[in-house]
């Protein structure tokens, strides 16, 4: 059974920085792209990041040059390290894993079979 389950999260002033870490089981982490998605409150969850197998990443725009994208294979841990915070990046952070082998990462939820239970990320100004 694949199991995703993330922390790192807390409460940071704006210009400060974390690391959110996506801890995988079940299957191997490095066969199957991964995405970070967040969601503030009362919004649509989004896209933030993505890393495909080959090692591809992409980003949204607004998180472009701040947020890295990274993985373990040996620890099957995923990283999104987030730097130069801004209040606008408030929200509960979620990583996911999609569920067909070697292919890239999609931007949209439904196209992620495994979710982890979130972490909450503040920033205050």
């Known amino acids: 059974q694949v199991q995703l389950v993330d922390s790192g999260g807390g409460l940071v002033q704006a210009g400060g920085s974390l690391r959110l870490s996506c801890q995988i089981s079940?299957?191997?982490?490095?066969?199957?792209?991964m995405g970070w998605f967040r969601q503030g409150p009362g919004k649509e969850r989004e896209f933030v990041a993505g890393v495909d197998w080959s090692g591809s990443t992409s980003y949204a725009d607004a998180v472009k040059a701040r947020f890295t994208i990274s993985g373990d294979n040996a620890k099957n841990t995923a990283y999104l390290q987030m730097n130069s915070l801004k209040p606008e990046d408030t929200a509960a952070y979620y990583c996911?894993?999609?569920?067909?082998?070697?292919?890239?990462?999609?931007?949209?939820?439904?196209?992620?079979?495994?979710w982890g239970q979130g972490t909450q990320v503040t920033v205050s100004s």
């Open positions: 996911a894993t999609m569920n067909v082998r070697f292919t890239t990462a999609g931007r949209t939820p439904n196209e992620y079979k495994y």
């Open positions: 079940g299957r191997t982490f490095s066969r199957y792209a």
